[in-house]
């Protein structure tokens, strides 16, 4: 069946939400231990946004998706867009713009697009090669482009379920579009630049603190109860296991490349990653190499245990040091002292905070981009953490 280039635009006003979604397997025992297996090669990827549209617009709408119904549709990745740099002529094969952090695909199509003394300028091409600066086309352009003009990645997608329209009169129409693409989603896991801490990556990316954070700390409990009796509950795994919700608000194109490299590095649930408490848990009285004395806050009284042995040190400077306590001892009521596993060089005043370092995987398979503009402006993602044993973790 004929595929038709997807062509009413997205109303802003609400943005556009993409959900990318993993698939793990996770076996669990009594523990905490965990073995965990990657179902899918690429997460499958959503879109959802609404549409607002009238006249030439809207008939053209109604009678392709009247047509077209459940099959496959060209879509324009709306977050994606790019501009050209140059004019383009006609006969040209290379587009030269940008293409860094951004979903143009070897042997799918793009969308090139402009508007000229009111009048709307299309072409469908096939991407024969790509660059950090153009796109070579495997057929050249046929009509004139002006510098300026919007290039957008093209999918194949189908509708999730029929939209329902809204008709505000006998020409305006709303409608809410969501997309699942039919194509594998595949993206960069390099994530070098992280910092590495005991054989795992660690999570310097800082969430957003314009809403509250929430956090919580889970536990293995098996309750037993007959009905009669008092119930008889059992912590199995004897251990907490530190849940840390997170939120981005992410203005640039190359952060929220990374961003999206991370997640695909962890690859859902699957991969692990330390992340700090965000909270300030240590106050630092004075350092002596190797040695932290802090203000007493009862961590003697617990010892250590897994999840609660690193820590990241960040200075005043913006630097992070990370480190693991090897041992926990009371010095007085007010005074603890902590021997780490390498010393510090450096002085309690140069110390802004103390968190504790957790290694985690994602809580959730799904992870949701609300997309406030395209992605060179931005985005809003929200995920959660979750803790894991790192002693029973391989390396």
């Known amino acids: 069946m004929k595929k038709f280039l997807w062509q009413a635009d997205p109303d802003w006003t609400n943005g556009i939400t993409e959900i990318l979604e993993w698939k793990t397997d996770i076996l669990q025992s009594y523990s905490g231990a965990e073995q965990r297996i990657a179902r899918r090669l690429s997460p499958r990827r959503t879109f959802e946004f609404s549409i607002l549209i009238n006249g030439n617009e809207r008939s053209r709408f109604e009678n392709r998706l009247a047509f077209v119904g459940g099959n496959s549709w060209y879509l324009p990745i709306y977050t994606d867009v790019t501009y050209l740099n140059d004019d383009v002529n006609t006969g040209a094969i290379v587009l030269p713009c940008s293409t860094i952090g951004r979903d143009f ?97 660690v999570l310097n990316m800082h969430p957003n603190w314009s809403e509250s954070l929430k956090g919580r700390y889970e536990r293995f409990l098996l309750e037993l109860d007959n009905g009669s009796s008092i119930p008889s509950r059992l912590d199995t795994a004897k251990l907490p296991f530190f849940v840390q919700e997170f939120r981005w608000f992410i203005t640039e194109r190359v952060e929220q490349m990374q961003l999206r490299q991370l997640f695909y590095y962890l690859n859902g649930c699957q991969k692990n990653i330390w992340v700090s408490s965000q909270a300030s848990d240590f106050n630092v009285l004075t350092v002596d190499g190797r040695v932290l004395e802090v203000e007493n806050t009862g961590f003697n009284e617990i010892g250590l245990m897994s999840g609660r042995k690193d820590l990241v040190i960040t200075l005043c400077n913006g630097n992070e040091l990370y480190r693991r306590i090897e041992l926990v001892a009371i010095v007085s009521d007010e005074i603890e002292r902590l021997l780490l596993n390498e010393s510090i060089n450096a002085n309690a005043e140069d110390i802004l905070s103390v968190s504790f370092l957790t290694l985690c995987r994602l809580d959730s398979d799904s992870v949701s981009w609300e997309h406030v503009t395209d992605a060179d402006g931005l985005a809003n993602i929200t995920c959660s953490f979750r803790g894991v044993r790192d002693e029973l973790e391989s390396i």
């Open 105 to 201: 695909v070897v042997g799918n199509k793009v969308l090139i697009k402009s508007e000229i003394n009111n009048v709307n300028q299309t072409a469908l091409l096939e991407v024969a090669a790509i660059s950090t600066d153009s796109i070579t086309l495997v057929n050249p352009v046929k009509v004139k482009f002006l510098a300026g003009a919007c290039i957008y990645p093209i999918r194949l997608a189908v509708l999730t379920d029929a939209p329902e329209l809204t008709r505000y009169n006998d020409d305006l129409l709303s409608a809410q579009i969501r997309f699942r693409m039919t194509e594998h989603n595949a993206f960069s896991n390099n994530i070098s630049f992280l910092p590495i801490y005991r054989h795992f990556p």
